[in-house]
């Protein structure tokens, strides 16, 4: 058994919960899901950023302290992976007490070791960011994510001597090919390397917003370097160092492109510089556009419909959980940029959900009803299907091993494809009861099986209740991937039951 350790970005807390943090969430979820079933010792992190200065300014602007702005809006979260049916490990807040302990420790190991030294900071910086910009980057003075303009900024800081790294940032990179996927976003990590690295400011005098800095009690720490430190802190860095080294190996970070340069830059660097090993694996995602601009009467808008307007509760209200985690996980691979489309989703959800799913768990227990009385029938072992469920096992592992959540849903569908054919080729609805059609349908049960299976990391409800109306014992995610998926073993004899459709078709209009 191996450790996958995988971790999304914390979320800021003055965003609210949107479809892209869906996105990365839901695919972060589904990625754990299968590594559990799989049997791999799995721990997901997820949680949110919650210090800095937007923050104090919007819990002033608010009149409540900042702790009681993030309790508020950190909660909105939890909320939504609830909705969304996420199941972390461990749901990480930054102004919770072990954090400041990691980030103390963390950072004064960088301290000690002679990579921060103080000085003064004249530039620009962007409060909706949290980042510095340079006159290069920004030559028009306004911010080139947010568009707003910046502020002209100057105060002693402590700099982190970033530029002390470039050589073994490069090493490291050329020593770990896999490091970051896809290879598009490593060679942009390079990019940015290879330009030259400046040191960069780590602290702050003007907010008191953060975690203290232990040996300048006049600074606090720059918001930045306290979230990276988060993947340390939910694994036990400096309270349990032992149980951080062994899950810190195995760690995989979920992040989008706009935050490449902070994880794949900064966070090496200060591993190195802390004496820790750079983080094994940053898989990159894009970013979610929104497509069509129909909305449901739920979540109905004024005016342009942005990404942000749409919320995951609003989406499982009118939708259901599965449908949606479907969507998010089928539609846009890892590593691309996608079209959100409330059409798309539609057209997903009547396709392959109600057309193909939903209509093979109908129509195998409907036939099962008429002519077995309800009861399973034996498997036979010679089937067709048999290969072409091996084939399907071993694709979708494949996939979900390599962060393509997309490929193996396509893997999953093409046995659920191969088994709707060979009901339609065989139609054992028109079969007299006896060997031949049990033959059929216990082909067709088995296969409907292992796709239950195979669905479970993206849909763990519907594939919940098919195990349910199948009479299966357990659930199927009650034994490893390799013996679940391992042909011939549904029971004969179990009463197997049609109940309402999973997914009643949707209005297209």
């Known amino acids: 058994m191996s450790r996958f350790y995988i971790t999304t970005p914390i979320y800021y807390v003055n965003d ?24 791999d010792e799995t721990f997901f992190l997820t949680g949110t950023d919650e210090h800095g200065q937007k923050v104090a300014d919007a ?8 702790q009681e702005w993030t309790d508020r809006t950190s909660a909105r979260f939890r909320e939504a992976w609830t909705a969304l049916n996420i199941n972390f490990d461990d749901f990480i807040r930054t102004t919770e007490p072990r954090h400041a302990v990691a980030v103390q420790s963390f950072l004064t190991k960088i301290y000690d070791n002679g990579y921060i030294y103080k000085d003064t900071y004249v530039g620009q910086y962007c409060v909706s960011c949290e980042d510095y910009f340079t006159a290069e980057s920004a030559p028009e003075g306004t911010c080139p994510i947010h568009g707003k303009p910046l502020t002209e900024m100057e105060e002693e800081n402590w700099f982190f001597q970033l530029s002390a790294f470039q050589d073994r940032l490069l090493e490291w990179y050329d020593a770990t090919p ?3 996927t896809p290879s598009t976003k490593r060679n942009e990590a390079l990019g940015f390397i290879k330009g030259g690295l400046r040191d960069i400011s780590i602290t702050r005098t003007s907010i008191s917003w953060g975690v ?20 340390l802190t939910a694994i036990g860095y400096g309270t349990d160092d032992a149980r951080a080294d062994s899950w810190w190996p195995s760690v995989n970070h979920l992040i989008g492109k706009e935050i490449i340069r902070f994880h794949c830059v900064w966070w090496p660097a200060m591993c190195m510089a802390a004496g820790i090993e750079p983080p094994a694996h940053v898989q990159v995602h894009g970013w979610l556009l929104v497509g069509g601009q129909k909305l449901s009467k739920t979540m109905a808008q004024q005016g342009q419909v942005r990404l942000t307007d749409i919320q995951p509760q609003a989406l499982v209200a009118e939708y259901g959980v599965d449908p949606v985690r479907y969507y998010l996980l089928r539609e846009t691979p890892l590593g691309t940029d996608g079209d959100f489309s409330l059409e798309a989703l539609v057209q997903r959800y009547n396709t392959d959900l109600a057309n193909n799913l939903g209509n093979l768990a109908a129509r195998v227990a409907t036939v099962v009803g008429s002519k077995c009385g309800g009861l399973s029938p034996a498997v036979p072992m010679d089937s067709v299907l048999a290969e072409r469920a091996a084939v399907a096992v071993d694709a979708a592992a494949a996939a979900w091993e390599n962060f393509q959540p997309h490929l193996a849903l396509e893997a999953t569908w093409k046995l659920i494809g191969d088994t709707n054919g060979f009901l339609e080729d065989n139609a054992p609805w028109k079969m007299e009861p006896g060997a031949e059609v049990e033959a059929v349908l216990g082909s067709a049960l088995e296969a409907l099986r292992i796709v239950t299976v195979l669905v479970s990391p993206a849909m763990p409800a519907t594939a919940d209740e098919i195990w349910r109306r199948l009479a299966l014992d357990g659930t199927p995610t009650s034994v490893p991937l390799a013996t679940a998926t391992a042909w011939g073993q549904f029971p004969s004899g179990r009463a197997v039951v049609k109940g309402d459709p999973l997914f009643p078709r949707l209005a297209t209009a």
């Not at 892209?20 to 695919?27: D, K, P, Q, R």
């Not at 819990?59 to 900042?66: C, E, K, Q, R």
């Not at 800095?213 to 993947?231: G, K, M, R």
């Open 212 to 231: 203290p800095v232990p040996w300048d009690s006049d600074h606090v720490f720059y918001v930045w370097y306290d979230a990276l430190i988060n993947y």
């Open 59 to 66: 819990a002033a602007a608010n009149g409540v302290s900042p």
């Open 178 to 180: 896999g490091n970051v």
């Open 16 to 39: 609210a919960p949107h479809a892209g943090h869906a996105y990365c969430t839901v695919n972060a979820d589904a990625l754990a899901r299968f590594h559990r079933l799989r049997g």
